[in-house]
């Protein structure tokens, strides 16, 4: 089973503190231990310099005599803490040593010292070491005293306890880090969480066709609310999708029914004798036939450009001579109705697919010529500058009404003025001139005149 974001979170988190935590730990301990270590090693050396300075001050000069009770005094204290006193005075015989004084306990203390430090550090593998000091008075030398310790040092239950109690704080200040980071992995989970399973859902209502449904960004993550913007794209789209589709069907099913209705009716008529099959009605029957097969066939070109990513075969075209080789194809027709084709302005290169283009002007200059009146003209001017190219396609015909001029476009539509005409199509051919022209990052314009000529323009980036 895939894991959950908390629990992957919080497993992250946990083991990013409990590495820095121990990170932490080792070096500090290892620090402050030695640092401690060290400075406990100067403390002793001093201590054991001060007993020495001490009892060189405990002989008396003028009468040559030494103070023992006070170097016994003196001499017990070191002891308990851990320093071995022995005392000779210059004949080198012995003043007070601590180990005749009380070997018991002297043996004591050293073993106590000895056995601590081998159970808590026995890698130190240290000993107890003698250090000899000479003692004088007033530069005379009075005497010398041997002090011997635990080298290199020596640390008491206290310290032991201070150095535990260091790690016991580390300890729980990582123990609580990790539970803090746990909670916090939790935490922010949720909160990326709840986000996440909110556009699931919605995601999964978008699916089941709900394609209405939009999200609330509630979220302050970047992230998420692109997310949800995404989604909600996505639902837009769909709807789009839907919506389109749902007219195409009706205004398929439309366009389809009056030709089929009345090739129907006058087959009908003819079958059962009440019409002559003359060739006039045959005629006109396989004109609402042709009808409905140039129908499905523009369907069919509109399907292959509206297919979803429109593929390009994109290479540099020339405008002027694609315009010239299109109007060629028209040449029967123009010269059949007495009109005119020009061909003017730049050889304007343009980088897209020679097709397609061509598919627009022949789209363009088909209804150019549709909507002519014999022997008026039809004009194609290619024009560009820095970084765009223009063609128009001028005609001197019908026009469309200017309440009509944005609605062209649209799949299906026809004016008023063309539709009484016997040449208009399904109203499908501006619908693909301006899916290719949108798919090479242009624009297609439509003007008219109040009465008569419409003029498409057509502008196309050079660099798409
Ligand atoms: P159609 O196949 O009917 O020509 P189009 O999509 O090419 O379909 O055009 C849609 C409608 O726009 C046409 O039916 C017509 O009413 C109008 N139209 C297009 N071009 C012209 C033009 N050059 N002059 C007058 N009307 C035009």
């Known amino acids: 089973m895939t894991p959950k974001l908390s629990t992957q979170l919080s497993a992250g988190f946990a083991l990013i503190v409990l590495i820095a935590v121990s990170a932490i730990s080792l070096t500090a301990n290892l620090w402050i231990s030695r640092q401690f270590e060290t400075y406990i090693a100067e403390q002793q050396k001093s201590v054991s310099d001060g007993i020495a300075f001490g009892l060189g001050l405990q002989y008396d000069g003028t009468t040559g005599q030494w103070n023992t009770d006070y170097i016994h005094g003196y001499g017990m204290y070191a002891l308990n803490e851990g320093y071995i006193v022995k005392v000779y005075d210059n004949d080198g015989s012995v003043v007070w040593d601590a180990e005749n004084h009380d070997m018991t306990l002297c043996h004591q203390i050293m073993e106590n010292i000895s056995l601590r430090m081998e159970r808590e550090r026995p890698e130190l593998a240290g000993d107890f070491v003698t250090y000899r000091y000479d003692l004088a008075q007033n530069g005379a030398k009075i ?22 109690a260091l790690n016991r704080i580390l300890v729980v200040v990582g123990g609580l880090s990790i539970l803090g980071a746990v909670a916090a992995g939790i935490l922010l989970a949720k909160r990326i969480a709840a986000p996440i399973t909110k556009t699931m859902d919605i995601t999964k209502d978008i699916s089941d066709g709900n394609y209405g449904i939009r999200l609330q960004p509630e979220t302050r993550t970047k992230e998420l609310s692109e997310l949800t913007q995404a989604v909600n794209q996505m639902a837009s789209a769909l709807e789009r999708q839907e919506a389109l589709r749902r007219r195409l069907t009706t205004d398929v099913a439309h366009e389809l029914r009056t030709p089929l209705a009345n090739v129907a009716s006058h087959m009908e008529l003819m079958q059962e004798g009440i019409w002559e099959p003359t060739p006039e009605r045959l005629r006109r029957c396989g004109e609402e036939i042709q009808r409905i097969v140039r129908l499905v066939s523009d369907l069919d070109r509109l399907q292959q450009v509206e297919d979803e990513g429109l593929k390009l075969d994109m290479a540099p075209v020339d405008l002027w001579d694609l315009a010239w080789s299109v109007s060629h194809e028209f040449e029967g027709e123009v010269r059949a109705r007495r009109l005119s084709c020009t061909v003017e302005g730049s050889h304007a290169v343009v980088i897209g697919d020679r ?77 693909i001139a301006k899916t290719i022209v949108q798919a090479h990052g242009g624009t297609i314009t439509a003007q008219s005149g109040e009465t008569a000529g419409s003029r498409f323009l057509v502008t196309l980036p050079k660099n798409h």
């Open 143 to 164: 005497g010398a005293a041997e002090i011997s310790y635990y080298s290199p040092y020596s640390l008491s239950e206290n310290d032991f306890q201070f150095l535990a």
């Open 355 to 431: 097709n397609r283009l061509g598919q627009v002007v022949r789209n363009l200059l088909s209804n150019a010529i549709k909507y002519s009146p014999e022997g008026k003209a039809v004009r194609i001017v290619i024009e560009e500058n820095e970084t765009e190219a223009k063609l128009t396609v001028e005609d001197e015909g019908i026009g469309i009404p200017e309440n009509e001029l944005p609605l062209i476009f649209e799949r299906f539509y026809r004016t008023d003025r063309s539709r009484s005409r016997k040449t208009g199509g399904a109203g499908i051919g501006l619908t």
